[in-house]
């Protein structure tokens, strides 16, 4: 019951996302690679389970003014190195799926948020820092569990 209401929920509001956004190419790969800086164009679906601030890093229609609550704070609020933190989400969200390729997207979310956190000696009052601890303490779980 609870999986198939967040399966409509999750449904819903990637049917949101699509219906809102001018083009109809947003679940396809952006058409410059440097779109996406990931460089594995997430789903509609994918993205609607990220947090909302990580749209943004991977749909240009989520980019722009009135966009801010869809993008990460500014590089001079959290420093230059935070566009890793959205592909480090991502590549948690894909490693929990149990495929048998969980433990590659371990392997690159773990890069990503290393490199993340060690932007974050450079900006501590980041007002992401508490939650990218949490991420990355939860993917410390996850890379435990997985040996």
Same mark, same amino acid.
């Given at each position: 019951?609870?999986?198939?209401?967040?399966?409509?929920?999750?449904?819903?509001?990637?049917?949101?996302?699509? !219906? /809102?956004?001018? &083009? *109809? $190419?947003? /679940?396809?790969?952006? *058409?410059?690679?440097?779109?996406?800086?990931? $460089?594995?164009? #997430?789903?509609?679906?994918?993205? &609607?389970? =990220? #947090?909302?601030?990580?749209?943004? !890093?991977?749909?240009?229609?989520?980019?722009?003014?009135?966009?801010?609550?869809?993008?990460?704070?500014?590089?001079?609020?959290?420093?230059?190195?935070?566009?890793?933190?959205?592909?480090?989400?991502?590549?948690?969200?894909? /490693?929990?799926?149990? &495929?048998?390729? !969980?433990?590659?997207?371990? $392997?690159?979310?773990?890069?990503?948020?290393?490199? &993340?956190?060690?932007? =974050?000696?450079?900006?501590?009052?980041? #007002? =992401?820092?508490?939650?990218?601890?949490?991420?990355?303490?939860?993917?410390? !779980?996850?890379?435990? /569990?997985?040996?």
């Amino acid at each position: 019951m609870i999986r198939s209401l967040a399966t409509r929920l999750a449904a819903a509001a990637a049917g949101a996302l699509l !219906s /809102a956004a001018p &083009t *109809p $190419g947003w /679940a396809q790969p952006a *058409p410059d690679p440097k779109q996406d800086l990931s $460089g594995f164009w #997430p789903t509609a679906l994918e993205v &609607t389970q =990220l #947090p909302r601030y990580c749209w943004g !890093s991977f749909n240009p229609q989520f980019r722009g003014a009135g966009m801010e609550a869809f993008n990460l704070p500014p590089r001079q609020v959290c420093g230059e190195r935070m566009n890793h933190f959205c592909p480090a989400l991502l590549s948690m969200l894909r /490693a929990k799926k149990g &495929t048998p390729q !969980s433990g590659y997207w371990l $392997g690159v979310a773990d890069g990503h948020m290393r490199y &993340t956190l060690s932007a =974050l000696r450079d900006v501590p009052n980041c #007002p =992401l820092a508490p939650e990218i601890e949490r991420y990355a303490a939860q993917l410390k !779980s996850m890379r435990g /569990a997985a040996r």
